[in-house]
């Protein structure tokens, strides 16, 4: 009898201390995500290249082929790793066909891309319930564009090339795709998995001589522990505003800033309110006054009638909310700047507080508002949101650290999770994403806020001077909070 109860004293003991440790205080949780707190030792990673309308464009580094690589393994029961994806096909590039490759995409940079990405997903596939997983995604994107290529749509409309001047561009080029090495993922004694995707945008030796860098390096201990993903991104004269992020993707249909099918990590789509992301984050070189550090990054896709996007990038709407930590971003939302504030805060409590109420509006927890640029309704004054920048017109929602956040368990204060400040985070994402304000039709029916992406990184934003960021991420994990998540949803597709 005693040694009964000791027993179940014991076993409860280590279902609680293992409840703890997962951060999960009692209640079950289901993880959105195919490799929970990345501690699957197959790893599945993929690397994608973006110009700064989220196309391909040119595929203009010599022999690096289309801008889509992975690195996605097994390991044996005798520790052999068999990887799913060879250095010929991550090299594949217009013109080279593959299996399921349509014709039209064959010499099509964009769209071989596109299907790229589908056909390293069908390599990389794990099954799963409800759906199969494919990959985390690294994104790296370059911030020029050259005005005079006509390249980018406006608000999802084609638009004839125009004045340079409005963003970087040296010259001719400007947008090309970056050079892409890769150390497929190898076993180091036995014990540490290792591989990494590196390269450079400076195509030519730069005549500063810096160059362009970026790096993700990951590592894990066969066995035990979980991946830890190190960041490098450093920018140049000629590349002054670079992004790179790892995301978690939806499987299937639109991620956020896509307007095409993809592959990815979130085998069931967080709905607000109702989940929570866990993350370990150590910010080791911010990357100067411009990096913009997005601690989290939700990004989806809806339509200003509330309607899911169909494809159509005229009506389709890229929805972004970003909290930014890098405590030199100052909040351009101010009693002076009402244009750059949300028409309104929401309270935890759900009151609404007006952005010209100024002795109660949060001005300090709001870097920028802007609508998207197809909003017919809009509250004077606003500010529009770039509407080159993304295949269809898109909002941004960008938060900066304060105590209004307390209750969601985000940064409250300016140094919260910036360098020197390394923290496990568990963020009710779903809780704070349900109260922001994010522009509707009125009288239009409130649309499901179901998220297709959440990235972690920076994006060094038009900087003057070379600057470097490095940072670590591991832990990653989505929470589903609510048994009454949507396990079905899928985002539908254009075709
Ligand atoms: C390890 O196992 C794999 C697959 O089971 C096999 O192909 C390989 O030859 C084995 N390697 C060694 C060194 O035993
Ligand atoms: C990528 O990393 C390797 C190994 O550290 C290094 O030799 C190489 O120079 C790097 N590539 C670039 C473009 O710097
Ligand atoms: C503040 O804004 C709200 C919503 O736009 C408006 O109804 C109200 O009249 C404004 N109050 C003042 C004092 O301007």
């Keep these: ?17 293992a409840l703890l440790a997962y951060g999960a205080r009692g209640s079950q949780y289901t993880s959105a995500v ?3 707190g990345m501690r699957r030792d197959g790893l599945r990673v993929a690397f994608e ?4 309308c989220n196309e391909v464009g040119k595929e203009e580094a010599p022999g690096m082929g289309s801008p889509r690589a992975a690195d996605c393994f097994d390991v044996s029961s005798n520790s052999t790793l068999s990887h799913k994806v060879t250095e ?11 299996p399921g490759l349509s014709r039209e995409a064959l010499k099509d940079p964009d769209k071989y891309a596109v299907e790229k990405e589908l056909y390293l997903g069908s390599l990389c596939e794990v099954q799963d319930t409800p759906r199969p997983w494919h990959f985390w995604m690294v994104m790296l994107k370059n911030g020029n564009y050259d005005t005079t290529s006509g390249l980018c749509p406006m608000n999802g409309k084609k638009v004839p090339p125009f004045e340079p001047g409005r963003f970087p561009c040296f010259g001719e080029g400007c947008m090309n795709q970056p050079t892409l090495y890769h150390q497929p993922t190898e076993l180091a004694n036995g014990r540490k998995l290792r591989g990494w995707f590196n390269g450079t945008y400076d195509l030519g030796a730069s005549e500063s001589g810096s160059m362009s860098y970026y790096e993700v390096v990951w590592e894990k201990k066969l066995g035990g522990g979980g991946w830890v993903f190190s960041h490098k991104l450093r920018t140049s004269k000629k590349y002054p505003w670079l992004m790179l992020y790892l995301r978690a993707d939806a499987t299937k249909g639109f991620s956020g800033g896509y307007h095409y099918d993809t592959r990815g990590m979130l085998k069931i789509l967080p709905e607000s309110p109702n989940f929570k992301v866990r993350v370990t984050l150590d910010v080791k070189k911010g990357g100067g006054p411009k990096s913009q550090f997005y601690l989290i990054d939700i990004g989806s896709c809806w339509k200003n009638d509330g309607s ?30 009402l244009q750059n504030c949300p028409p309104y805060h929401i309270t935890p409590d759900d009151r609404k507080i007006y952005r010209n109420d100024t002795k109660n509006f949060p001005y300090g927890a709001y870097h920028y508002y802007c609508v998207p640029g197809n909003a017919k309704h809009l509250e004077e004054p606003y500010s529009i949101c770039d509407p080159y920048s993304n295949p269809q017109a898109q909002e941004l929602v960008q938060l900066l650290p304060h105590p209004i956040w307390a209750e969601y368990g985000y940064p409250t204060k300016q140094g919260d999770g910036w360098v020197g400040d390394s923290r496990t985070w568990e963020l009710d994402v779903g809780g704070l994403s349900s109260r922001l304000y994010f522009y509707q039709d009125p009288g239009t029916k409130p649309a499901r806020r179901i998220w297709t992406s959440i990235d972690m990184g920076t994006e060094i934003f038009v900087s003057n001077q070379d600057e470097v960021a490095e940072w670590t991420l591991s832990d990653f994990d989505v929470l589903l909070t609510s048994e009454d998540s949507d396990l079905s949803y899928e985002p539908r597709m254009f075709l």
């Excluded at 996007?309 to 002076?336: F, H, L, Q």
Aim: contains cysteine.
């Design 1 to 17: 009898m005693e040694r009964h109860q000791l027993h179940v004293l014991i076993f409860s003991a280590s279902v609680l201390a």
């Design 34 to 36: 195919g490799d929970p």
């Design 49 to 52: 290249a973006w110009n700064f």
């Design 88 to 98: 010929e096909v991550n090299r594949l590039g217009v013109g080279k066909p593959f």
């Design 308 to 337: 899911p996007c169909d494809g159509d990038v005229v009506t389709d709407v890229t929805r972004y909310s970003e909290m930014i930590i890098n405590p030199e971003t100052p909040a351009w939302c101010s009693p002076k700047g």
